[in-house]
């Protein structure tokens, strides 16, 4: 936001206070990296994103693969990870109808292709947006083709070889936390 904004420096103070934790911690966590900014002078927050970027890896990230183009499927793709550097390489469904489809410029193939449309291509991010009870199946399909890191929203338990991160999208867990802090805050009791 600061760079939107047009902020030239920003504060330790300033990047704390929304994360709630102090502005020491900030200063000690930036510092185990390296030196930034200047003291009593704060950051420029141009420089401070490509650090920040540099350090998680993000810079130039791995390419996006969707397994699933159904409803979910297809507003990953038409809307894009707006905010992110990370784009879409291709799009792969079982469903036989949808194949040949083209989803938000891309071009939806028979996930018995992926091997041959990824080409050797093994440092890419899995998305899994497909229908219950298939989750495993696309687990199985990516892992064949060298994946190693895979977004699930699909929150069955799903297996893979070790080496294989799965992270979940878990949207009925969120929906809870957001309804209990609605329960929670001060003088709410509409929902007794």
Same mark, same amino acid.
């Given at each position: 936001?600061?760079?939107?904004?047009? =902020?030239?420096?920003?504060?330790?103070?300033?990047?704390?206070?929304?994360?709630?934790?102090?502005?020491?911690?900030?200063?000690?966590?930036? +510092? +185990?990296?390296?030196?930034?900014?200047?003291?009593?002078?704060?950051?420029?927050?141009?420089?401070?994103?490509?650090?920040?970027?540099?350090?998680?890896?993000?810079?130039?990230?791995?390419?996006?693969?969707?397994?699933?183009?159904?409803?979910?499927?297809?507003?990953?793709?038409?809307?894009? =990870?707006?905010?992110?550097?990370?784009?879409?390489?291709?799009?792969?469904?079982?469903?036989?109808?949808?194949?040949?489809?083209?989803?938000?410029?891309?071009?939806?193939?028979?996930?018995?292709?992926?091997?041959?449309?990824?080409?050797?291509?093994?440092?890419?991010?899995?998305? =899994?947006?497909?229908?219950?009870?298939?989750a495993q199946q696309a687990v199985d399909l990516l892992v064949?083709?060298?994946?190693?890191?895979?977004?699930?929203?699909?929150?069955?338990?799903?297996?893979?070889?070790?080496?294989?991160?799965?992270?979940?999208?878990? @949207?009925?867990?969120? @929906?809870d936390l957001l309804s209990h802090g609605l329960k929670t805050?001060?003088?709410?009791?509409?929902?007794?």
């Amino acid at each position: 936001m600061a760079i939107a904004n047009g =902020i030239d420096i920003i504060t330790s103070s300033s990047i704390a206070e929304p994360c709630g934790i102090s502005p020491a911690s900030v200063r000690k966590d930036l +510092a +185990a990296y390296g030196e930034f900014g200047k003291q009593g002078s704060g950051y420029n927050p141009e420089e401070l994103l490509g650090v920040i970027e540099r350090i998680l890896g993000i810079i130039s990230p791995p390419p996006v693969v969707l397994l699933g183009a159904g409803r979910l499927g297809r507003a990953l793709l038409e809307g894009g =990870i707006p905010g992110t550097k990370y784009r879409f390489l291709g799009a792969f469904d079982i469903d036989s109808t949808r194949t040949g489809e083209l989803i938000g410029g891309f071009k939806v193939y028979h996930a018995s292709q992926m091997s041959r449309v990824l080409d050797g291509i093994t440092d890419f991010i899995g998305m =899994i947006c497909v229908t219950p009870g298939l989750a495993q199946q696309a687990v199985d399909l990516l892992v064949k083709d060298g994946c190693r890191a895979i977004l699930s929203f699909n929150v069955e338990p799903l297996h893979a070889p070790p080496g294989v991160n799965i992270r979940y999208t878990d @949207m009925p867990f969120e @929906m809870d936390l957001l309804s209990h802090g609605l329960k929670t805050r001060e003088g709410a009791n509409e929902y007794d």
